[in-house]
T-cell receptor, first 113, second 118 residues
Framework: SQKIEQNSEALNIQEGKTATLTCNYT??????LQWYRQDPGRGPVFLLL?????KEKRKERLKVTFDTTLKQSLFHITASQPADSATYLCALDQVDSSYKLIFGSGTRLLVRP | GAVVSQHPSRVICKSGTSVKIECRSLDFQATTMFWYRQFPKQSLMLMAT?????????EQGVEKDKFLINHASLTLSTLTVTSAHPEDSSFYICSAISEGAYSNQPQHFGDGTRLSIL
């Protein structure tokens, strides 16, 4: 079965630096991969989607890469701000359903002022 | 756009009580909604997929008689935790997708319901 690995340790960085979060998967390559932000006690909020034939996607200060050879996606936040502090989840489509998602456990990002 | 409202946000009740959680899409029609549960510092675990006008599809290991799902309209799905026990205490989150179920759609999430069974 598909397993998603995200660094369980919090990433602690200085304001203004670039945060890079990693999402690795172990089995089949998904048709697409999504990134979400989750704040404590809240539901996830969609950020970006990248398809298997795309290598990179950008949205404002966010950038996502997708390497199907390495079975890895990287999520970058440039010029990070304290307001970016949250847990970031990656999600892949399930092999038996293109619209159902499997979520990683997320990586917590802390941006120090 | 694409706002999903979940109610209540928090429930504390005695063991044996049945609890109903509502999930509404406020500004779009959601033919498909999903119900997840999340334990602290863990990932969202899909419990079931709810399609308007038909029976929900449950993931392996989820008791359909324990977690009753009804999707009676294009904007409302409900999850009822029947005869809840302390082990059912968790964070329950719903999500919805618009314009039918096909790939490459983001899911729009509610803000979750914190269920605590005493």
């Amino acid at each position: 079965s598909q397993k998603i690995e995200q660094n369980s340790e919090a990433l602690n960085i200085q304001e203004g630096k670039t945060a890079t979060l990693t999402c690795n998967y172990t089995n089949y390559s998904p048709a697409y991969l999504q990134w979400y932000r989750q704040d404590p006690g809240r539901g996830p909020v969609f950020l970006l989607l990248i398809r298997e034939n795309e290598k990179e996607k950008r949205k404002e200060r966010l950038k996502v890469t997708f390497d199907t050879t390495l079975k890895q996606s990287l999520f970058h936040i440039t010029a990070s701000q304290p307001a970016d502090s949250a847990t970031y989840l990656c999600a892949l489509d399930q092999v038996d359903s293109s619209y159902k998602l499997i979520f990683g456990s997320g990586t917590r990002l802390l941006v120090r002022p | 756009g694409a706002v999903v409202s979940q109610h209540p946000s928090r429930v504390i009740c005695k063991s044996g009580t049945s609890v109903k959680i509502e999930c509404r899409s406020l500004d779009f029609q959601a033919t498909t909604m999903f119900w997840y549960r999340q334990f602290p510092k863990q990932s969202l675990m899909l419990m079931a997929t709810s399609n308007e006008g038909s029976k929900a599809t449950y993931e392996q290991g989820v008791e359909k008689d324990k977690f009753l799902i009804n999707h009676a309209s294009l904007t409302l799905s409900t999850l009822t935790v029947t005869s809840a026990h302390p082990e059912d205490s968790s964070f329950y989150i719903c999500s919805a997708i618009s314009e039918g179920a096909y790939s490459n759609q983001p899911q729009h999430f509610g803000d979750g319901t914190r269920l605590s069974i005493l």
